[in-house]
T-cell receptor, first 109, second 114 residues
Framework: SQQGEEDPQALSIQEGENATMNCSYKTSINNLQWYRQNSGRGLVHLILIRSNEREKHSGRLRVTLDTSKKSSSLLITASRAADTASYFCAFSGYSTLTFGKGTMLLVSP | DVKVTQSSRYLVKRTGEKVFLECVQDMDHENMFWYRQDPGLGLRLIYFSYDVKMKEKGDIPEGYSVSREKKERFSLILESASTNQTSMYLC?????????????FGDGTRLSIL
């Protein structure tokens, strides 16, 4: 399987600013998911967008999916210090997920 | 909430040892997964299981085996540990085989092979 690519690898912003992370993939997908990982912990599921959806919202999170460009973006609005974590996209084939390498987000107070 | 529990947060073993990593989930999920996570490489799938006594190879199964004798428990076995298996190991579960569901992760086992 082929991993997704995430951009940027690292992002540093101030509290209150918006953070945008991008993910690209190479194969056709059933859905694309975003996960968060706090330092030294497991991954936590944030949001899932199906291949026939273009945009989805959950609280301060907005995810877009462009299947023609094979790309997705995660927007975190009004970021908080507690949003500091690594964020991973994962795209879904038939039965398993393929994870990207992640974006490290640092939100400074 | 789904709880996925990995038996050890940190583990140190010696080269050549047989190592068992245990994972238990409490939500009667059918599917379970083992990943390893390495800096710069992200998460890579080692093995997964659709149901009891079923297993499928992931992307990097070499040097590993798995066991799923009960639905709630999925064990990863390093038959003869080597230093290149030093890594963070993450277990996950998912309710059913349909991929339109999230995976739920444990907190990981950081394994060092000396």
């Amino acid at each position: 399987s082929q991993q997704g690519e995430e951009d940027p690898q690292a992002l540093s912003i101030q509290e209150g600013e918006n953070a945008t992370m991008n993910c690209s993939y190479k194969t056709s997908i059933n859905n694309l998911q975003w996960y968060r990982q706090n330092s030294g912990r497991g991954l936590v599921h944030l949001i899932l967008i199906r291949s026939n959806e273009r945009e989805k919202h959950s609280g301060r999170l907005r995810v877009t999916l462009d299947t023609s460009k094979k790309s997705s973006s995660l927007l975190i609005t009004a970021s908080r210090a507690a949003d500091t974590a690594s964020y991973f996209c994962a795209f879904s084939g038939y039965s398993t997920l393929t994870f990207g390498k992640g974006t490290m987000l640092l939100v400074s107070p | 909430d789904v709880k996925v529990t990995q038996s050890s947060r940190y583990l140190v073993k010696r080269t050549g040892e047989k190592v068992f990593l245990e994972c238990v989930q409490d939500m009667d999920h059918e599917n379970m997964f083992w990943y390893r996570q390495d800096p710069g490489l992200g998460l890579r799938l080692i093995y997964f299981s659709y149901d009891v006594k079923m297993k499928e190879k992931g992307d990097i199964p070499e040097g590993y085996s798995v066991s799923r004798e009960k639905k709630e428990r999925f064990s990863l076995i390093l038959e003869s540990a080597s230093t290149n298996q030093t890594s963070m190991y993450l277990c996950a579960s998912r309710a059913t085989v349909t991929t339109n569901q999230p995976q739920h992760f444990g907190d990981g086992t950081r394994l060092s092979i000396l």
